[in-house]
């Protein structure tokens, strides 16, 4: 199996509906038979924070959204100290289902200051690789088949998106079109981390 003494965080962003979760299981299974130790997470992480966040703030109480942007980077914090920074001492390749640029495109989509935003996410670990699915939101809603969350509405939506867009001109996030075939995203995506695993000598 293969490792690297500092490991590699890869993250996956993108509204809702488009295609995270599903893309995330696709990588860690192509990454693990290529022989890489794979340590799959998302957030909310399964803190009990992350716990409180999926149980009350996204099903059943829409709160202001800074005390969510507070929420969130409090889960984070402890997302980093039990499961993410192990990994990656490990020389894993953690692949992480959302991450703080969620909190920059969705409670900046809510108004909140992005330089804010930033502050109280100072602590977190700057990805080797973060990856934005692009899709329409009414696409992406449209692929929900579960109940959807406080925070999946049409019209936040199309701001989280526009958030997400500045975070990929400014460099920040790599663009992969998601409105496409399954198996094309996947392979868009895998081409980007093997890319940036061979910059990295992995």
């Known amino acids: 199996m293969r490792s690297h003494p500092r ?120 990805p080797d690789l973060a990856i934005y699915l692009d899709v329409p939101p009414e696409m992406g809603l449209k692929r929900i088949r579960r109940k959807k969350s406080l925070l999946e509405k049409l019209q936040l939506q199309r701001q989280v998106r526009e958030e997400y867009l500045k975070l990929v001109r400014a460099g920040e996030l790599v663009l992969v079109d998601s409105n496409q075939p399954i198996e094309r995203v996947s392979e868009a995506i895998l081409a980007l981390v093997e890319r940036r695993l061979r910059e990295l000598r992995v």
């Open 7 to 126: 490991g590699i965080l890869i993250v996956l962003e993108g509204g809702d509906g488009a295609g995270k979760t599903a893309q995330a299981r696709i990588l860690r299974s192509s990454l693990e038979t290529k022989g890489y130790k794979v340590h799959p997470t998302a957030e909310p992480s399964r803190t009990a924070v992350g716990r409180l966040i999926r149980r009350n703030l996204l099903q059943t109480e829409k709160m202001l959204p800074e005390v969510e942007a507070l929420l969130f980077a409090a889960d984070r914090f402890l997302h980093l100290q039990s499961e993410i920074r192990p990994a990656l001492a490990a020389g894993k390749v953690v692949v992480c289902d959302r991450y703080m640029y969620a909190s920059f495109a969705y409670q900046g989509a809510q108004g909140v200051n992005l330089n804010w935003l930033r502050e109280i996410n100072r602590f977190a670990e700057k």
